[in-house]
């Protein structure tokens, strides 16, 4: 079964305006960890924000926010003021395993088109 | 500045050979990661190792091995064993159990 469920294979918005990335996982684990990156054609993986499980304030950095509903298990990704330069493949992610034998596992990403 | 240098950027290999990928990083991580992406996909872990001189097999580690003698690297060898090895390869590396993977720029292999 997939652990990280990410259901849309494409997404588009305008240029300055708001846009979510869904992203739903699946665990039974307590402690676990929720990742957003973005991979830009070049290829390199770039880390855009962090979620711990046990965090009881939504994750936030700069343009980014994380929506984490824990009871509902997902964990999407909001850019706000959409820049040309978003246009990527995005990536949600969760860190699994317990202590320092963890991997992350990868969900089959989203490709964010922003129009002018 | 500390990273992880994946090289080289572009490998092409004929069908039957051994191929080798070098990863590696100078930022002190403890531990270190190979994943393989296909076209239009997601990341998927082949072999991943916590500390020197000992590893784990990922979700599909067949057709490949690796090495981890030195804290810094972590060279794949990419096997004749392995049935459709042409894809994206990222190395990545991390410090301790909560902290974000830092990855390198990748690896394009592609075998004729």
């Known amino acids: 079964a997939q652990k990280i469920t990410q259901t849309q294979p494409g997404m588009f918005v305008q240029e300055k305006e708001a846009v979510t990335l869904d992203c739903t996982y699946d665990?039974?684990?307590?402690?676990?960890?929720l990742f957003w990156y973005k991979q830009p054609s070049s290829g390199e993986m770039i880390f855009l924000i962090y979620?711990?499980?046990?965090?009881?304030q939504n994750a936030t950095e700069g343009r980014y926010s994380l929506n984490f509903q824990k009871a509902r298990k997902s964990a999407n990704l909001v850019i706000s003021a959409s820049q040309l330069g978003d246009s990527a493949m995005y990536f949600c992610?969760?860190?699994?395993?317990?202590?320092?034998?963890?991997?992350?596992?990868f969900g089959a990403g989203t490709r964010l088109a922003v129009h002018p | 500045d500390g990273g992880i240098t994946q090289s080289p950027k572009y490998l092409f290999r004929k069908e039957g050979q051994n191929v080798t990928l070098s990863c590696e990083q100078n930022l002190n991580h403890d531990a270190m990661y190979w994943y393989r992406q296909d076209p239009g996909q997601g990341l998927r872990l082949i072999y991943y190792s916590q500390i020197v001189n000992d590893f784990q097999k990922g979700d599909i580690a067949e057709g490949y091995s690796v090495s981890r003698e030195k804290k810094e690297s972590f060279p794949l060898t990419v096997t004749s064993a392995q049935k459709n090895p042409t894809a994206f390869y990222l190395c990545?590396?991390?410090?301790?159990?909560?902290?974000?993977?830092?990855f390198g720029s990748g690896t394009r292999l592609t075998v004729v």
């Open positions: 979620q711990g499980s046990y965090d009881e």
């Open positions: 990545a590396s991390r410090k301790t159990a909560k902290e974000s993977y830092t």
């Open positions: 665990t039974s684990d307590q402690s676990y960890g």
């Open positions: 992610a969760m860190r699994e395993g317990a202590g320092g034998y963890n991997k992350l596992i």
